[in-house]
Nanobody, 125 residues
């Protein structure tokens, strides 16, 4: 099975930056696409960003486009989410997940099969 461990969350001021990491183990990392999702207090899980197996294709939610950047380093079995210009609305638990279709950049939760435990991001106003 695939195991995913997120890190890098924390408390940051409005306008600040954080970089999240998601380290994978258990399978060949480059064989799947990756996605980031988040769940804000009192809300359902929502899509944030996705990246294909080789990083050639990315897709972002409108709410983070231009502020967040998803990337991956297959040699390190790690996917990243660079978050800039953070807003209080970005406060959420952030999850990474695997998509077994390597070329895809899906926004649908049903496309993903393994999920990390989540890391808390809090943006203070």
């Amino acid at each position: 099975q695939v195991q995913l461990v997120e890190s890098g969350g924390g408390l940051v001021q409005t306008g600040g930056s954080l970089k999240l990491s998601c380290a994978a183990s258990g399978r060949t990392f480059s064989n799947y696409a990756m996605g980031w999702f988040r769940r804000a207090p009192g809300k359902e899980r929502e899509f944030v960003a996705a990246i294909s197996w080789n990083g050639g294709n990315t897709y972002y939610a409108d709410s983070v486009k231009g502020r967040f950047t998803i990337s991956r380093d297959n040699a390190k079995n790690t996917v990243y989410l660079q978050m800039n210009s953070l807003k209080p609305e970005d406060t959420a638990v952030y999850y990474c997940a695997t998509d077994p279709v390597p070329w895809r950049t899906s926004r649908a939760t049903s496309s993903y099969d393994y999920w990390g435990q989540g890391t808390q991001v809090t943006v203070s106003s």
